[in-house]
């Protein structure tokens, strides 16, 4: 679980995936280890949200329609938004070869504990 001082803002991660349930699931898990999680369905409202809202890092799935997760992240880039992206694929040349903008790209289904401290570790840096 996220260390924070007394006081502290939680960090805001944005968690991007076109699959309800595991848009919803995501979203309790990052919460109980110390989040405040924002939601979207797809790239487009992910982006819309970026506009909107405080976010520390983003969390996206690869495979969504309209935008998907690497276009996402480019579009980040260039926007110079500089905050963690992580990229979650089945696909595992992605994710040995992630795209630009990328800081880290995991496997579906890799351990919530790896990804949870990935994201604490890019947070810190």
């Known amino acids: 679980m996220m260390r924070r001082l007394a006081g502290a803002p939680r960090p805001h991660l944005l968690c991007v995936d076109d699959d309800p349930g595991t848009r919803k699931f995501y979203g309790r898990v990052f919460e109980a280890h110390g989040f405040e999680v924002l939601l979207a369905e797809n790239g487009a409202d992910a982006l819309r949200t970026l506009r909107l809202s405080r976010v520390d890092a983003v969390v996206s799935d690869y495979d969504m329609p309209e935008i ?58």
């Open 68 to 125: 998907n997760g690497a276009e996402l992240a480019s579009a980040l880039r260039a926007a110079q938004r500089r905050i963690p992206f992580i990229l979650i694929s089945g696909c595992s040349e992605l994710v040995q070869n992630p795209p630009a903008g990328v800081h880290l790209a995991v496997t579906k289904g890799a351990p919530l504990a790896k990804l949870i401290e990935a994201i604490e570790e890019l947070l810190r840096a």
